[in-house]
Structure formats: C-alpha cells, structure tokens
C-alpha cells in the first residue's frame, strides 16, 4: 500500500467517531424536498464545514427548490473528479419523531440515513482524507442537490442541469447515493419523466340536457387506455397514476387532470414517447375538447458512456486489493442524477454511499460498518486511477 493510500486510510480509521456525528448533524437537520427553507439549513450547515476544510464554495439558489451545495479544491495537473450526492428527503419533518437519528448497534434508523446523507458523509470524509495526505493530483469537487428526490421540478429543471454543466471538465464522477447489498455498483438507470395533461370539456346537466355537455372525463379515459396499451416493460413504459376531475355524477365533467410516469433506458426512446404524448394532445378523440400537456419533471436515462467500463474496472481492483469481493455492475430502473453527468459524456459510477435497507421509507435504516468502507473504496480508487485517465 503506497504512502498517500495508507494515510488516507489512517485518517478514516481515527475519524469513524466524527464522521458518524456529521451524519448524525445532517439527518437531524430534516431537509425535506418541497420545504425550501430546510434544505436551506442543511446546505448552510455544509457550507460552514466546507469553509472549515479551506474549500471553495458556491450556492446555487431557486425561487421554489431548496439549493444546490458546491464545493472544491484548487487546481490540480490532472482532471478533477467530482463526488455527487442530495441534500433532500422524502418525509415530512417530525415524520420519524424527537429523534431522527437512532443507533441500536451497527444500525442507525432516520430520514435520509441511507437515502442518501450517509453517503454525503462519505463523499465529504474521502475529501477530507485525501487532503489530510497531501493529495494534490486532481481538482475534488463536492456537488449536491436540493431537490434530487422530486425530479428537480422544484428548480424547473435547473437542479439537474447544474450536474452535467460542472462536472463537463471531469475524469470521473462517484454518485454517493443508496450502496447496494454485497457493494455491487450501478452503471446504467433507466430515465424517467413526468407529465401532467389537462383535459378541458364542457359542462351540462347529466339529466335535462346531457348533450349539451362535452365530457372531459371520458376524453381522459380513452387517453390513458391509449398511453397504457404503449407499455413495453422491456423499453418504455408508461403509468398513469393519478387523475382527478368532475364534479359529481349529475355533472358532465368539464374539466379532468392526470399524470403519466414515463420510464425509458435510452434517451431515444424518452423523444420517443414525448412525441407520442404530444400527438395524443394535438389530435383528441372526443370533439371539442382541449388538451394540455406539461412538464413535471425529468431525468435522462444514465446510458454507458465511453471509460465507464474503464472506471469500473479500477473500482472493482480497489475494493480487491482491500480484501474485499469485486462488485458487479449493474442496471437499475430508478433515476439519479447520474444520468445527467453520463449525459454529458463523462464516466460515473453509482451507487457508492452506505448500505442498508428500506429507503423512502419510515423504517429507512443504514449499517454505520459501511460508512468507512465504501468511503475508503472511493478514495483508493482515485488514487489508483491513471494521469491520463
């Protein structure tokens, strides 16, 4: 083990009392996405520990979203590595009662522990570490989101494209969200988007004069079976999942609202359907109504870009020459902002943050062992990684 990679272990090794506290001050800071002013609190509190470490920092704010965290080192010989990771929650604040962060052994319960605070913490401690070895061949850059768990509507997309704007001069990127069971790694996500479509008819009485009414409902219904029948499990697939609209059974509907959740592997496939809903809007199968199709959220699909093998490979040598199993890569069906930074052409792997079980959940829960060890992973990997890489 060279003199760098030893040292930078040392320093993770006497730190696990002061990296579980930071964990436990960001998850006791409950950030949840739609509450602007929490997430606000959290990124105050990292910027203040930023500062501390002599980083660079920057605040990216939005009118609704809470803001998006960066922070970096100086310049460097080498091209910068970013570790990427969010800031906010699922839950309401007071959802996991007084205490948020509860230790019983090796098991720490609160909102955001796994999902994805705890990775924050490694992201935060494997810069903290490199620094204290006198690590200076590449730029680190910190990057977190505000409002990562809701799509970056909240930012009107902004949010997302903040990641593939800074980290378009980078090597490498490590995505510290949710570890997987047995430290396997995520190299391709599925995309996903939302779509709100607002139906407008005309209102009448269902009894005295029904055909005097245009039903918005009706034009909604025969939309989603059409968007429904689309679905291919294997490509894209499509739910409508929620609709409201009408105002009782005596009421020709005049008015109906649904969403349509998209999922999709290629960004082809996304301009795809995107087309398909628009066509569905332009042309309605029931006279005389209108429709309306919105935004409300996005994520490209994380496709693997040139190097991604190549990172993969130097990540999996790492985690051996710990003694520890070589991870796979793999697919999953969520989105992360690592599919903007694919997006950009540049490599990433995800999936690196602690493990543990039950995310978005209120039994949310994360192995405190695994907070060192995959913080460790990321640091050997950049250390291992080449000039020219």
């Excluded at 490590?174 to 396997?184: A, I, L, W």
């Excluded at 699909?301 to 051996?320: F, G, H, N, R, S």
């Excluded at 694919?342 to 493990?355: D, K, N």
């Amino acid at each position: 083990m060279n003199r760098l990679l030893q040292t930078a272990f040392d320093y993770i090794d006497s730190h696990q009392d002061a990296m579980v506290s930071l964990w436990k001050n960001i998850v006791s800071i409950e950030s949840p996405s739609a509450d602007r002013q929490a997430v606000g609190r959290i990124a105050a509190h990292l910027d203040t520990y930023c500062d501390a470490m002599g980083m660079n920092r920057k605040m990216f704010s939005f009118e609704k979203a809470g803001p998006t965290f960066m922070a970096w080192t100086g310049p460097a010989k080498c091209k910068p590595i970013a570790l990427i990771g969010h800031m906010d929650t699922v839950h309401p604040v007071g959802s996991f009662g007084p205490e948020p962060f509860l230790v019983n052994g090796d098991i720490v319960t609160g909102p955001g522990v796994l999902d994805c605070k705890g990775g924050v913490v490694a992201a935060i401690y494997a810069i903290r570490a490199l620094k204290a070895a006198g690590y200076h061949d590449r730029q680190l850059k910190l990057i977190l989101s505000g409002d990562e768990e809701v799509a970056h509507a909240l930012s009107s997309g902004e949010g997302g494209k903040i990641f593939e704007r800074e980290t378009a001069d980078c090597a490498a990127v490590f995505n510290c969200e949710t570890g997987m069971p047995g430290g396997d790694v995520t190299i391709r996500r599925k995309g996903g988007a939302v779509f709100v479509i607002e139906i407008e008819g005309r209102a009448a009485h269902a009894g005295k004069e029904p055909q005097k009414g245009i039903s918005a409902i009706r034009q909604a219904a025969e939309m989603i079976l059409a968007i429904e029948k689309k679905t291919d499990f294997s490509g894209t697939a499509y739910n409508c999942g929620r609709i409201e609209g009408g105002k009782g059974a005596n009421i020709v509907p005049d008015y109906c609202r649904f969403t349509v959740g998209v999922r999709y592997w290629t960004n082809a496939q996304y301009e795809e359907a995107e087309a398909f809903l628009c066509e569905l809007c332009e042309h309605p199968t029931v006279a005389q109504t209108r429709c309306r199709m919105t935004p409300n959220g996005f994520y490209p699909a994380m496709e693997p870009v040139e190097k991604t093998d190549q990172l993969l490979a130097v990540y999996q040598q790492a985690c051996l020459d710990m003694g520890l199993p070589a991870p796979n890569g793999t697919c999953q069906g969520g989105c992360s902002d690592s599919a903007f930074v694919a997006r950009a052409g540049i490599p990433v792997l995800c999936s690196l943050g602690v493990m543990g079980e039950g995310p978005h959940t209120l039994q949310e829960h994360a192995e405190i062992s695994s907070l060192p060890v995959q913080c460790k992973k990321m640091i050997a990997t950049i250390l291992a990684l080449p000039e020219d890489f």
